[in-house]
C-alpha cells in the first residue's frame, strides 16, 4: 500500500534530493531491445534457476473447461480507459500454465510493472479463495485490435504458455501455434522447452496501427531476447528480431518453429468413422528455396514419427500452410477449420546455409499438436556469443504466399476402379495456377516424378482438368519394404518448361 506525505517546506534543498533519492521508485528506465539482449547475454553467463510454480491445488487440478472458466474481464481491458486502438487483457496462472510472467509496459520512455490484480478475473463455478490468490499473477496476455470491424477489438495475438504465441488475420480463427524456439525437437536426449519469462508491451498512441512487444527468454541451455513488431490486418503481419546466446551447446536448434496439428485430410482418411471429410489446422509445407524452385510437402498422420529435411542456403520463406479454404471439406461448424490460418516465415537478411526441417508425430485425436517445422542453421558460433536471426510471420489466407507458376491444390490417395487389383499405390494431384493459361491446345504436358530406392513408379500421366482449369497428375508407385517410408518428388513440365512447384511426397510406412 502506498501512503502519500508531504514534506516541512524548511527542508533544505540538498536534504530534500537526498530524501526523494530514497524513496523507493515504481519506475525503471525503459526497455528497447538492446536492454533486453543485454538482459539475455548476462543471464546466459549465469547458472540456470528453474522457476517452482507455487499454486494451489485448485488452480493445479483444474480441467480443461474449469481453467477457460476464469476469464478475464474484457470491462477491465487494459488501455480501454485511454480509448486507444489496442487493448490487453490477460490469462490467470493454472491447469498447465503455471509459470508466472511478469509483464511491463512501457509509458513516456519508461518500464513499469502490470501489477496482477484478481479482481480482474471471472472465476466462474471455481471455488479459489483470497489466499489461495496470494503472490500469484499472469500466465499470459491477448492483443486485441479491430480488424474485421471498428466497433470490435478482435483477439490478433495470443502469448501464452513457454514461448508460444497465435495469431489471426481478418475473418479468422485462432489454429496453429509459432514459438520463439525450439531446442532438440524430436531428438531421442528430449526436447527442451525454452519460456519467455517476461515482456515489455509499448503502450500504443491513439493513432496507432502497430504494437511492439519485447521479450526475454531464458532456458536451460539458451538465452534470448526479442522483439515482436505486430501488425494487424489481412494478413497480420508480426516482425520479429530475435538474438540467442548459447549457455551450453546443443544439437538441434529450431528457429521460427511453427507447430500445428494433421489429424486427416484428402491424402488420408481416418481410422474410425467421422462424418467430416477433412481435420486439420495445416495440410502442408510450403517452402521457397531462394533459388526459385518451390516445394509442397502435404502432410500426413504417419503411425510412426516422421523426420524429414530439406537442405537449402538462404531460404526466402517457408510455412505451414492451410490451402484447403472450402467450409464442405470440413462441414465443422464448430471447429470452423477452412477459417484457420497459415503462416509464413520469410527471413529478413541472409540465413546462410541449412534446413527446414518437418516433423509428423502420430496423433490419435484432433486435439494434440503433431505437426513441427522450422529452420535449423548448419553452423553455430560458440556458447556465449550472439545468434542473430530476424523474419516477418504472416498470419492470414494461403492465397498470400503462392507460387508464381502454379500450385498443388489437393493430393487424394487410393484407386479408381481397376479391372485387376493389385499392390501399387495410386495418388492423383490437382495444380492451379496462371501457367496453364498461357499453354495452348496442343501443348505436352508431362508429369516428371521420381522415386527413391523404396518405391517403383509404375506409371503416371498429366491431362487438363476442365472443372478448375487446371492440370491433374496421377501416379501409381509400388513400394518395395512395407515397412519404411517412400519419397517422392514430381512436378508438371511443358517440353524442358516447368510448369508448377514441386510436389514432394511421403508415403509413411505401414
Not at 70 to 83: E, F, T
Not at 405 to 423: A, E
Not at 475 to 496: A, H, I, W, Y
Amino acid at each position: 500500500m502506498f501512503r502519500s506525505f508531504s514534506l516541512p517546506s524548511a527542508v533544505p534543498h540538498r536534504l530534500l534530493v537526498l530524501m526523494l533519492a530514497l524513496i523507493p521508485s515504481t519506475q525503471a528506465l525503459a526497455f528497447d531491445f538492446d536492454d533486453v539482449a543485454k538482459k539475455a547475454k548476462q543471464l546466459s553467463t549465469t547458472a540456470f534457476k528453474e522457476q517452482k510454480p507455487k499454486l494451489p491445488k485448485g488452480l493445479v487440478n483444474l480441467d480443461y473447461d474449469q481453467y477457460r472458466d476464469i476469464r478475464y474481464n474484457l470491462d477491465k481491458s487494459y488501455w480501454r480507459a485511454q480509448g486507444l486502438p489496442f487493448e490487453l487483457s490477460f490469462f490467470h496462472q493454472g491447469r498447465q500454465y503455471q509459470h508466472q510472467v511478469k509483464i511491463n509496459e512501457i509509458v513516456a520512455n519508461r518500464a513499469r510493472v502490470i501489477p496482477f490484480d484478481p479482481r480482474a478475473f471471472d472465476y466462474g463455478d471455481n471455488k479459489v479463495t483470497s489466499n489461495e490468490l496470494r503472490g500469484l499473477g499472469f500466465a499470459g496476455f491477448r492483443v486485441h485490435y479491430p480488424i474485421n470491424t471498428p466497433k470490435y477489438k478482435d483477439e490478433v495475438v495470443v502469448f501464452l504458455g513457454a514461448s508460444y504465441l497465435r495469431g489471426v488475420g481478418k475473418d479468422q480463427v485462432y489454429g496453429l501455434s509459432a514459438r520463439g524456439l525450439a531446442v532438440d525437437t524430436a531428438l531421442n536426449s528430449g526436447e527442451e522447452f525454452p519460456r519467455f519469462t517476461e515482456f515489455w508491451i509499448e503502450r500504443p498512441t491513439a493513432r496507432s496501427k502497430q504494437i511492439v512487444v519485447y521479450a526475454l527468454l531464458d532456458s536451460k541451455r539458451v538465452t534470448g531476447a526479442y522483439r515482436y513488431t505486430i501488425k494487424p490486418g489481412d494478413p497480420t503481419v508480426t516482425e520479429v528480431k530475435s538474438q540467442l546466446y548459447l549457455r551450453e551447446n546443443v544439437t538441434k536448434l529450431g528457429i521460427a518453429p511453427l507447430t500445428s496439428m494433421y489429424f486427416f485430410g484428402e491424402n488420408q482418411r481416418p481410422v474410425v468413422e467421422d462424418f467430416r471429410p477433412e481435420v486439420h489446422d495445416s495440410d502442408g509445407l510450403s517452402i521457397a528455396s531462394g533459388t526459385g524452385e518451390w516445394i509442397w510437402r502435404p502432410l500426413v498422420n504417419p503411425k510412426r514419427l516422421l523426420v524429414t529435411s530439406y537442405a537449402l542456403s538462404n531460404p526466402t520463406g517457408f510455412g505451414l500452410m492451410q490451402r484447403d479454404e472450402k467450409f464442405t471439406s470440413y462441414e465443422d461448424l464448430e471447429a470452423r477449420y477452412e477459417a484457420r490460418p497459415s503462416a509464413w516465415i520469410e527471413p529478413v537478411g541472409k540465413w546462410g546455409s541449412g534446413r527446414v526441417e518437418l516433423i509428423q508425430i502420430p496423433t490419435p485425436d484432433e486435439f494434440n499438436d503433431n505437426i513441427v517445422a522450422f529452420w535449423v542453421p548448419d553452423q553455430l558460433p560458440k556458447p556465449g556469443a550472439p545468434i542473430n536471426f530476424d523474419y516477418k510471420m504472416s498470419w492470414g489466407k494461403e492465397a498470400q504466399q503462392r507460387p508464381p507458376l502454379s500450385w498443388v491444390v489437393q493430393t487424394r490417395r487410393g484407386h479408381g476402379y481397376i479391372r485387376k487389383p493389385d499392390s501399387t499405390i495410386g495418388l492423383f494431384i490437382d495444380f492451379e495456377g496462371p501457367a496453364f493459361k498461357q499453354l495452348n491446345k496442343n501443348a505436352k504436358v508431362g508429369f516428371r516424378v521420381s522415386a527413391d530406392a523404396n518405391g517403383q513408379i509404375v506409371e503416371s500421366h498429366a491431362y487438363p482438368n476442365p472443372k478448375t482449369g487446371g492440370w491433374r497428375a496421377s501416379v501409381r508407385v509400388k513400394r518395395t519394404d512395407d515397412s519404411k517410408p517412400v519419397e517422392l518428388r514430381g512436378f508438371l513440365q511443358n517440353d524442358n518448361a516447368t510448369l508448377s512447384e514441386t510436389w514432394s511426397y511421403i508415403l509413411p510406412a505401414d
